[in-house]
């Protein structure tokens, strides 16, 4: 079953406008870690935020946020006053567990791409 | 800075031939890295956890005898894709997990092309 589900294979933006990437998630463990990922065209992952479940308050880095929504199993991306450079290839991610000794492999949803127009 | 890196960057090979992929943690202790491999326009998808040490836990569907991993020391894992083949050409990307800082971190991929 699929842990990670991104609906927008794609999606155009205007530049400067906000937009939001949705991503649900699937576990049972009651401990886990969201991630949000930008991959360029040159492959590098390049890691945004990151929610952890026992945290009460939503994660924001600069423009982004990620909206949590714990009881809808929901992490959607956030991006304000988009740019150019925003355009990329975005993954949803899930590590189950937190705590040192478990299995704490990430997991990817498969991703959406984001085309900023000028 | 990068704090995870890979050689090559990119390598072609012919077909039935191995090839060496290295991952490194460049300024911590990683007893824990893992591999993925990305095809074209599609997500990452984990082979394997490799622990210092220890043998390498490798994900359902995954040749363990076909994708060799050494984990020989703590910011050094191998990934050796023996006899490749052009369904292997792909984009493989480590990560490596920095328990200090609780943090994982990935390197910037390497492009294997099999002719």
């Known amino acids: 079953a699929q842990k990670i589900t991104q609906t927008q294979p794609g999606m155009f933006v205007q530049e400067k406008e906000a937009v939001t990437l949705d991503c649900t998630y699937d576990?049972?463990?009651?401990?886990?870690?969201l991630f949000w990922y930008k991959q360029p065209s040159s492959g590098e992952m390049i890691f945004l935020i990151y929610?952890?479940?026992?945290?009460?308050q939503n994660a924001t880095e600069g423009r982004y946020s990620l909206n949590f929504q714990k009881a809808r199993k929901s992490a959607n991306l956030v991006i304000s006053a988009s740019q150019l450079g925003d355009s990329a290839m975005y993954f949803c991610?899930?590590?189950?567990?937190?705590?040192?000794?478990?299995?704490?492999?990430?997991?990817f949803g498969k991703g959406t791409r984001l085309h900023i127009l000028p | 800075g990068a704090v995870v890196s890979q050689h090559p960057s990119w390598v072609i090979c012919k077909s039935g031939t191995s090839v060496k992929i290295e991952c490194r943690s460049l300024?911590?202790?990683?007893?824990?890295m893992f591999w993925y491999r990305q095809f074209p326009k599609q997500s990452l998808m984990l082979m394997a956890t490799?622990?210092?040490?220890?043998?390498?836990?490798?994900e359902q569907g995954v040749e363990k005898d076909k994708f060799l991993i050494n984990h020989a020391s703590l910011t050094l894992s191998t990934l050796t894709v023996t006899s490749a083949h052009p369904e292997d050409s792909s984009f493989y990307i480590c990560?490596?997990?920095?328990?200090?800082?609780?943090?994982?971190?990935f390197g910037p991929g390497t492009r294997l092309t099999v002719l």
């Open positions: 991610a899930m590590r189950e567990g937190v705590s040192p000794g478990r299995d704490d492999k990430i997991i």
């Open positions: 990560s490596a997990r920095d328990w200090d800082k609780n943090e994982q971190f």
């Open positions: 929610q952890g479940s026992y945290d009460q």
């Open positions: 490799s622990n210092e040490g220890s043998k390498a836990t490798y």
């Open positions: 300024d911590f202790q990683a007893t824990t």
């Open positions: 576990t049972s463990d009651p401990s886990y870690g």
